[in-house]
Structure formats: C-alpha cells, structure tokens
Nanobody, 126 residues
C-alpha cells in the first residue's frame, strides 16, 4: 500500500511562487507515474503534471506549461511541483497521486491513479 503525503500549500499573491512536496512510502515497484492534479471550487479534478518512472519523463497540462515544473528526489522518494508565475485561476486543492499501472496513454486521467494524498490548498490572490 502506497502512502502519499503532500505539503507546501498556502496563500500567495498573483505572480508569486510555491513549491509543493509529495512524499511517498510503501512502494514496491519501479515503474509508475506520479501525478499532480487539482480541483478548483465547482470544478472537476484536472491533470496538472506527471512524472513517469523510470526515466523521469515529464508531462504538463497546457495551462501550466512553462510555469510549473515537476521533479523527483530519488533519495527522499519525494516529488515536487514548483509553481511560478501563479495566477488566481491556479487556486485549487492540489493532490498528488500514483498510478501503479503506469499506462502512458492514461497518464492524464485521474481515474487511472491508484493512490492519492490528502490534498493541499493553494490560494492565489489577485
């Protein structure tokens, strides 16, 4: 059973930056995806970014490309989401999740992820 714990959310002004962390434990396989998703008020959960392991291939939603960066620290088994040039539209609860099946064609679909963190609130004021 994989456990994911997020941290790093908060309140920031538009144009500012935040870094989210997702610490994993209990994993036994080496091929998986770690994704970041977000759910804004009254909206469906949407894909933000993902990293595919092994190989550390990165994938981004068009809305965040060029502003957000996903990275992984292998020693700490932690995935980070560096968010720069934040906009009010980025306000949401952010979740990290793991897809143990690692099917590339479904990397952006939250329904294919097996394990989820508790979520952290990110609020961007204008």
């Amino acid at each position: 059973q994989v456990r994911l714990v997020e941290s790093g959310g908060g309140l920031v002004q538009a144009g500012g930056s935040l870094r989210l962390s997702c610490v994993a434990s209990g994993r036994t396989n080496s091929r998986y995806h770690i994704g970041w998703f977000r759910q804004g008020p009254g909206k469906e959960r949407e894909f933000v970014a993902a990293i595919r392991m092994p190989g550390r291939y990165e994938y981004y939603a068009d809305a965040v490309k060029g502003r957000f960066t996903i990275t992984r620290d292998s020693a700490k088994d932690t995935v980070y989401l560096q968010m720069n040039s934040l906009k009010p539209d980025d306000t949401a609860v952010y979740y990290c999740a793991e897809d143990a099946g690692a099917i590339l064609s479904s990397l952006r679909n939250p329904a294919n992820y097996d394990y989820w963190g508790q979520g952290v609130q990110v609020t961007v004021s204008s």
